[in-house]
């Protein structure tokens, strides 16, 4: 388990109100923090060569966050230079009607990435436990048995080397409100405004105690969660990828040695 003043430890209590958001660490500002991201994602390019040719290992990335909390642009910053050969993005949203009519599990084990793969769930298994409960799309008996079985879920990818980082994307109210206010006033950004964001909005307070109950009940050494100030964008993208590039160097990499002898190999 990768070692961050960030991370959940297993088994502590969370309160989000309780964590800032806008935290920078160690750096004064933005520009203090190129040079620093800038070598993550190089790290990341050069170790998803040696990862993907070891394929000893999986990696699943998990992005939870409120809406306009920044998962897409996380996506887009720290996966920048990865090659797409290596790398998936699963999304999950509403289930289609196949989907709903098996267990909600079925849709995202079958988006798990194999190994030398690095798989990205733009939302999750976890909406299950979130979206779920604060809409009442089922019942507390339903949903409150569905920590367990995702803990043993993940438990089981572990076991067959997948390795598992969970990031909550930890905005404020405040800076929820500027975001979604972008996104009316930039034409570009239209596109992203949705009515029914705007509706779970009203829902803050629920969604909050739910995922402090998620990070509470599903952090574990094999599964970790990372609660990430989110405010500064270029500080949340530090922090992701710098979380990622030292669980991969944690893993002890390695190219395959060649099944032949090269040194009797000629190209005519």
């Known amino acids: 388990?990768?070692?961050s003043p960030y991370l959940v430890e297993p088994g502590s209590k969370v309160k989000l109100d309780k964590i800032p958001t806008d935290d920078t660490g160690h750096f004064n500002d933005k520009d203090d923090a190129i040079d620093a991201t800038a070598k993550n994602l190089a790290a990341l390019h050069e170790l998803q060569e040696v990862?993907?040719?070891?394929?000893?290992?999986?990696?699943?990335?998990?992005?939870?966050?409120?809406?306009?909390?920044?998962?897409d642009g996380s996506i887009e910053h720290v996966f920048s230079g990865v090659n797409p050969q290596g790398c998936s993005v699963?999304?999950?949203?509403?289930p289609t009607h196949i989907e709903a009519a098996h267990d909600?599990?079925?849709?995202?084990?079958?988006?798990?990435?194999?190994?030398?793969?690095?798989?990205?769930?733009?939302?999750?298994?976890y909406e299950d436990v979130l979206v779920v409960r604060v809409q009442e799309l089922v019942s507390k008996?339903?949903?409150?048995?569905?920590?367990?079985?995702?803990?043993?879920?993940?438990?089981?990818?572990?076991?067959c080397n997948t390795?598992?980082?969970?990031?909550?994307?930890?905005?404020?109210?405040?800076?929820?409100?500027?975001?979604?206010?972008?996104?009316?006033?930039d034409k570009a950004k239209n596109w992203k405004f949705s009515l029914a964001d705007m509706e779970t909005r009203k829902h803050w307070d629920d969604y909050t105690r739910a995922y402090e109950d998620?990070?509470?009940?599903?952090?574990?050494?094999?599964?970790?969660?990372?609660?990430?100030?989110?405010?500064?964008?270029?500080?949340?993208?530090?922090?992701?990828?710098d979380t990622i590039v030292r669980a991969l160097k944690s893993l002890d990499l390695r190219f395959p040695k060649p099944t032949i002898d090269l040194r009797k190999v000629r190209i005519d």
């Open 1 to 3: 388990m990768v070692d």
């Open 51 to 71: 990862f993907y040719a070891d394929a000893r290992f999986a990696l699943l990335v998990v992005l939870q966050a409120l809406d306009a909390g920044g998962k």
């Open 90 to 94: 699963a999304s999950f949203k509403q």
């Open 104 to 125: 909600y599990l079925w849709r995202v084990h079958e988006s798990c990435p194999a190994r030398g793969m690095i798989g990205i769930f733009n939302r999750s298994h």
């Open 141 to 159: 008996d339903v949903w409150s048995k569905r920590y367990d079985h995702i803990n043993a879920f993940e438990k089981m990818l572990a076991d």
């Open 163 to 185: 390795v598992i980082l969970k990031f909550y994307l930890h905005i404020s109210k405040g800076e929820q409100k500027r975001r979604m206010e972008a996104r009316l006033e």
């Open 214 to 241: 998620v990070l509470e009940k599903c952090s574990h050494r094999h599964a970790p969660w990372f609660i990430v100030p989110a405010d500064k964008k270029w500080f949340r993208n530090w922090v992701i990828s």
